[in-house]
């Protein structure tokens, strides 16, 4: 599927390496007290587990090929577990169209946890209708986290 130029396609094994990479230089941006470069083997195991529970990732292209960014949701729950655009691809409005994507896998309700320290994935969730539900820790980093959700109307 097209959006914008911007193609959406499920990720392939070929598509893994790119990924971790724009995986690594988006977090390190993010959250640069992080060593997220020793992350990477975690990061293939993390999202293999996913994909046996029924979670998805979706790629956003560009008509070259390059990966953008990627979203990756379980659709019957609607949890939302990943979410990275590449740093060099930013304010480009790509978080709202893998957003949107991941809308469209669970359009009824979202939810995800994001570090209270990310200030500009807070503001971007706000700013997308989610809303603060719960405090919690990251268990991997002890860095504190929100609970956040977005329903698709209230009455959900």
Not at 9 to 29: N, R, S
Not at 110 to 133: C, H, P, S, W
Not at 142 to 154: D, F, N, V, Y
Request: glycine share 12%; charged share 20%.
């Amino acid at each position: 599927m097209t959006r914008g130029g911007v193609e959406i396609a499920p990720l392939t094994a070929a598509l893994m390496p790119e990924l971790t990479d724009l995986w690594v230089g988006a977090w390190t941006q993010a959250m640069p007290q992080i060593d997220f470069e020793a992350r990477r083997p975690w990061l293939k195991a993390h999202l293999e587990g996913l994909r046996q529970q029924g979670f998805v990732t979706r790629c956003a292209l560009e008509a070259t090929g390059a990966l953008l960014g990627f979203v990756t949701l379980q659709p019957r729950s609607g949890e939302l577990d990943q979410i990275a655009v590449a740093p060099w691809a930013g304010r480009r409005g790509l978080g709202r169209l893998l957003l949107n994507e991941a809308r469209a896998l669970a359009p009824g309700l979202i939810t995800l946890t994001v570090n209270q320290d990310n200030g500009q994935a807070l503001g971007f969730y706000e700013r997308e209708g989610f809303v603060k539900m719960g405090e919690g820790v990251n268990a991997m980093s002890g860095l504190r986290t929100w609970r956040m959700a977005w329903r698709a109307s209230p009455d959900i």
